[in-house]
């Protein structure tokens, strides 16, 4: 595999595979031992074990994509901006499932650590990749000296009787050639 041409700053790759880790532990723990986390809070476990086993499921799949972007996160933006979003809307969801009575506050100390503490490391690292995405299109825009179109692109016309040459100068243009008889 090509060593990445954008090379992250070493906490980035650290925190990384630490939430990597940490996912894929918690994941497993849930997955393991469903009714600990309900036992450790006080709490009376849910009527549906696997459901609340399938989402340390989800968690521990998670873990591997952070694994997979530390290495290089300027090209796996997506999983961590996925990942980041989750751990937007999961505090969102406690939030509602506290007022509606659903869930007791104490229930947030997990939102604390699968949540709350991945802000900034994962909002910095979609900086870092919104950053190199940027550089390396002002630089690839900075030297395309672009494809100098063929002779017939300039008698070419559209339907409307513009030439190839003027569309495609215009912006960018799908040509498409289509035989039909007759």
């Not at 796996?76 to 937007?88: D, Y």
């Not at 802000?119 to 672009?146: C, M, N, Q, Y």
């Amino acid at each position: 595999m090509a060593e990445a041409a954008h090379k992250p700053p070493r906490w980035m790759t650290y925190a990384l595979y630490a939430a990597g880790v940490y996912n894929i532990a918690w994941g497993a723990w849930v997955v393991l031992f469903p009714a600990s986390h309900w036992q450790i809070l006080g709490m009376a476990p849910p009527r549906y074990m696997a459901l609340w086993q399938c989402i340390g499921m989800i968690v521990g799949v998670y873990g591997l994509g952070y694994a997979i972007a530390a290495r290089d996160p300027v090209r796996h933006w997506p999983v961590i901006f996925v990942g980041l979003l989750g751990k937007v809307l999961g505090p969102i969801g406690l939030a509602w499932a506290v007022l509606t009575g659903q869930l007791p506050v104490r229930w947030g100390v997990i939102n604390v650590f699968n949540d709350a503490i991945w802000w900034i490391p994962f909002t910095l690292a979609l900086r870092f990749a919104w950053v190199e995405h940027r550089k390396a299109r002002i630089a690839a825009a900075s030297s395309d000296p672009g494809v100098p179109l063929p002779p017939a692109a300039s008698t070419l016309k559209d339907q409307n009787g513009n030439t190839l040459s003027a569309l495609s100068m215009a912006a960018p243009t799908l040509v498409m050639f289509l035989r039909h008889p007759g």
